[in-house]
């Protein structure tokens, strides 16, 4: 009489299912015991976890209960034109970043608007003349810090709306305004409304202040942007931002003074 193997047999498939189950999926829970991952996937594909992309952002991190998975993204190497615009913050980060733009390879332009917010950008064609005169493919927006104490922040929703959709698909950061005391919402409206990956939240920051107690010194906006520009790897859409030299000296800033009324 032949010996039957077959029981045997099923069961070294099922074990080998084990194993391979264990070592291509997470950590596995039952109770209080977790089986961990095993590395055969790492030594079997290693070129799956070595040859990773540059950069990562998480869009969760635009409000809560916006749940996706993090992106990864590679850094863009094409030298750049950037344009700054915004309100009276925007000329001490200009001054920063354009020693960023001479040190690695992109043009820049700033338009600093005094007491201008979003509803004079988005009801002006000036945006759309700048974008068009500089040609402009990456942009900064240095908006929100006149708009801190709305107590209905949602009403200018439609105004940042109008702002975004003239930007269209040019890659932007929104610098989130220099915060002096807590704002009545305005923070949370412009991160949900941006692009996920695309909302630089600057409240929380120790920035040093003029005697205004508002703006933010040379010194503490120069800070302010080599922060902006430390998290622009983790960016929806990261360009080259190496720190210049102090070495690097005097650069032209090219800015534009325009002036506002309050709206």
């Known amino acids: 009489m032949k010996p039957n193997y077959s029981a045997l047999w099923m069961l070294l498939v099922v074990s080998l299912l084990i194993v391979v189950v264990v070592a291509f999926a997470d950590d596995i829970s039952f109770g209080s015991y977790t089986v961990k991952k095993a590395p055969l996937s790492e030594t079997l594909f290693p070129e799956k976890y070595d040859s990773a992309p540059d950069s990562l952002y998480n869009i969760t991190d635009s409000v809560a209960g916006r749940l996706t998975q993090p992106v990864l993204v590679e850094?863009?190497?094409?030298?750049?034109?950037i344009l700054?615009?915004?309100?009276?913050?925007?000329?001490?980060?200009?001054?920063?970043?354009?020693?960023y733009a001479a040190h690695n390879?992109?043009?820049?332009?700033?338009?600093?608007?005094?007491?201008?917010?979003?509803?004079?950008?988005?009801?002006?064609?000036?945006?759309?003349?700048?974008?068009?005169?500089?040609?402009?493919?990456?942009?900064?927006?240095?908006?929100?810090?006149?708009?801190?104490?709305?107590k209905k922040p949602e009403s200018r929703l439609p105004y940042v709306r109008k702002i975004l959709a003239t930007?269209?698909?040019?890659?932007?950061?929104?610098?989130?305004?220099?915060?002096?005391?807590?704002?009545?919402?305005?923070?949370?409206?412009?991160?949900?409304?941006?692009?996920?990956?695309?909302?630089?939240?600057?409240?929380?920051?120790?920035?040093?202040?003029?005697?205004d107690k508002i703006h933010p010194t040379r010194e503490a906006s120069a800070q302010w942007l080599d922060s902006v520009m430390r998290w622009m790897p983790k960016s929806r859409h990261p360009i080259l931002a190496d720190t210049p030299p102090d070495t690097i000296g005097k650069v032209t800033t090219n800015v534009i003074f325009l002036k506002a009324l309050n709206k």
């Open 75 to 81: 850094t863009d190497s094409v030298p750049k034109s």
């Open 105 to 150: 390879g992109h043009t820049m332009h700033a338009i600093n608007w005094d007491s201008s917010n979003t509803k004079i950008w988005a009801e002006t064609d000036t945006l759309a003349r700048y974008m068009k005169e500089f040609k402009a493919d990456f942009i900064f927006i240095s908006l929100g810090s006149n708009e801190l104490y709305f």
């Open 84 to 99: 700054l615009f915004g309100d009276s913050m925007t000329f001490n980060l200009a001054i920063r970043l354009a020693k």
């Open 167 to 211: 930007i269209g698909d040019t890659p932007y950061v929104w610098i989130g305004p220099p915060n002096w005391e807590e704002d009545t919402g305005i923070n949370d409206m412009l991160q949900a409304t941006c692009a996920p990956g695309s909302y630089f939240r600057t409240d929380g920051m120790e920035l040093r202040r003029k005697k």
